[in-house]
């Protein structure tokens, strides 16, 4: 088979995988999924292994130059894991059998991650297949990315000698636009909570009860309403405590992605935008923390009307923060907060789910202008832009601390790709630019 068809039909098979971290019954296609990739590392003439945790299994792979000596040593992170997907989403075929429309691929994972991480094993396998890599790799792809990696930082700290390195690579964000390289140089962290609220101990007619009885739905909306002020500030004491002001420089790189407001209604499909004054919508994403409500249940569902005034009322949240912010104590404000607002007429129930702290790094330093170059050359001189994005990657605020080192964010993923969303796509032209990245970073980060 020639060889881009090859890879094709390996991408096709790691998107068939349906490793949804989210779903407990995924597990056995997650375990499939990692022994899958570590036959591919070992194909690619690396050492590879399975590493277990208590979820889903962490996948190892490293090579070094045959003979030694002192050479960089690059991490290259990424997740096999993906967001749940049901064609009842919105999807127009089977979210896990891959199909390519218009030069891009659709399916769950196609750009998150499965995508991005696949175009950096095409890098390295090209460049062990030419004689080597420019630099020692190791590889880590965990499964539980989507849910908050909780299992990852003890196989880092297990691992450390084995994962030892100069500087972490992970395409797992977006660049500003097609063909516009991107150097991403900073994530949001994440607090997420669920509230539940308890009124009356089983659900009640509402005309015999209606009037003296409290709704917990009521009281739910109320409290999550209150969550924003007029300005769309989060209201929650404290909360802007730690918050820093962006560096002029950043309003400009801000500025210079030349993302406007409209491109971004355009992208989200909504009537019109709203968040605090003062700020651009790309800046609102990168640079400004958020209150989030994700899903919000309660009462009758079904079809038709029921009168019924309902026991319980629940819902999710989540808090995108920004430097420096902590998502413990983030969480803690918030439910020190909403539990001085709740009212005698319901029980009040907050669990904390993932927390993942903020990374930001100065994109001058370090390995940062190195990036810059591999970018540049990848897409052909090309000017790249510097982005501040409004996800999270639990992990990169973990490798600096266990590892001590910083991570370079060269994603290949679009604003349109759906990530997340139903009919998610990736360019497949991509798997080629992102080998061709993958190369020119290792190359530039071993003359740093
Ligand atoms: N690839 C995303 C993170 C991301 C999205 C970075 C958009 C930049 C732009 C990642 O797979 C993800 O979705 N992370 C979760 C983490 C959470 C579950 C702890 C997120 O941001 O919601
Ligand atoms: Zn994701």
Known sequence: MPLLD?????????????????????LPSLRDCAAWLAEKFGAMGMEAEIAATPGAPVVLAKWSQPGGGQRRRVLIYGHYDVQPAEREDGWTGDPFEPRLKGGMVVARGSTDNKGQIFAHMLGVAEAIKEGGAATDVVFVVEGEEEVGSDNLEAVLKARKKDLRCDVAVISDTNMAGPDQPTLTYGLRGIAALEVDLTGPSHDLHSGVYGGAVVNPIKVLTQLLAGLHDDHSRVTVPGFYKKVRKPAAWERKAAKDLGVSDGEVRRQAGSPALGGEPGYTAIERIGMRPTAEINGITGGYQGPGPKTVL???????????????????????????????KCPKTVKMKITRHHGGLPYFCDPKKDFGPAAVRALRQAWDGKKVHYLLEGGTIPIVSVIRKVLGVETLLVGLSLPDCRAHGPDETFPIAYLERGARMNRALLHEISKS
């Open 6 to 26: 090859q890879v094709r039909s390996d991408y096709f098979d790691f998107l068939r995988f349906p490793t949804v971290s989210a779903d407990p019954a995924r």
């Open 310 to 340: 309902p026991s319980k009322a629940s819902a999710k949240l989540t808090f995108r923060l920004v430097p420096h912010q902590d998502p413990a104590e983030i969480a803690g404000l918030v439910e020190k907060y909403l539990q001085k």
